[in-house]
């Protein structure tokens, strides 16, 4: 079927006009994804609903193909202080620079996906298609991508829009979070008295700040700690009872977060608490039938820093989206109209007729 790109990219600024005019922020999507289920109906497609997720199969959809899954997030932060325009209001200046937030991370990859996937529901694939737009994204919720995928069919592979210049990133970092407390006891300041806990925490900062795991990755490199958060005392002249610490750990896919956890505890002097393992890092080979078609298209495999909900997918996946990493979560956020167009051709480009296995 011939590719329209001039039609299908109308279609998707469009319907991201509409979503940036409508507030989003994680756990606040409700009318955004009313919008775009809305959307995906009125051209004559069947959608589920679980909370604010949104979701629509192909009509042809086979149980004996594999399936693949296409998803972004509707959910965007909230706007920085910084911004010199309303957040709220699309605007598309002359260069074809489109501001508003979410525009960049990641309006652009819901719509350009979405498009692609109507497109692409109009020929049969060797695949199933599935398209998610999921919510909680920005603060990995639990009413997010992880509470809808128990409702969907298997999934074999899924493409993970953010932005990524178009580029494909075959592993994606994780995230744990640690909470390490010091008890003392307290006392006057002026006297011999009490166990400050604060000095209990240095050796255990001093560690986290020097330690180097032994396996690096080839495409994300080592894992990454860094003490973030600093609390303790009440006044100066007295000795505080209780220092608390706060660590974010990137974690690479050599590791699981829990096998992390394993290995660091029994350095520490203090008590440590992780806040979750769910947020696990992400890779896959780089001989897969997608990574290979994107490669033969010019793309570049790359190692992401950056969490998605990739982090929540036990399956394989790709992320590759319009726009640019750096632009997400600042003031004046803006996609351009041909990165748009672009994704989209590169998408249908990309996914008509491949083989997921």
Known sequence: MKTNLTELTAEAVALLKSLIAIPSVSRDEEKAADCLQQYIECQGMETGRRGNNVWCLSPMFDLKKPTLLLNSHIDTVK????????????????????YGLGSNDAGASVVSLLQAFLHLCRTAQPYNLLFLASCEEEVSGQGGIESVLPQLPPVDFAIVGEPTEMQPAI?????????????????????????????KVLDDIAWFRDYRFPKVSPLLGPVKMSVTVVSAGTQHNVIPDRCTFVVDIRSNECYTNRE??????????????????????????????????????????????????????????????????????????????????????????????TSLK
């Open 79 to 98: 706007p920085v202080s910084g911004w010199r325009r309303d957040p709220f209001t699309p605007a598309l200046e002359t260069n074809g620079k489109l």
């Open 171 to 199: 592993a994606e970092k994780g995230l744990m979070v640690l909470d390490v407390t010091a008890t003392g006891r307290s006392g006057h300041a002026a006297r011999e008295e009490g166990d400050n806990a604060i000095y």
């Open 260 to 353: 992390l956890f394993d290995l660091i505890t029994p350095h520490l002097k203090c008590e440590a608490r992780a806040r979750s393992f769910r947020l696990s890092s992400s890779h896959v080979s780089p001989e897969h039938p997608v990574v290979r078609r994107a490669v033969a298209m010019g793309r570049v495999p790359f190692g992401s820093p950056t969490l998605s909900d990739q982090a929540l997918m036990p399956f394989p996946s790709m992320k590759m989206g319009p726009g640019k990493s750096s632009r997400s979560h600042t003031a004046d956020e803006f996609i351009f109209v041909r990165e748009i167009e672009e994704a989209i051709g590169m998408y249908i480009e990309l996914l008509d007729g």
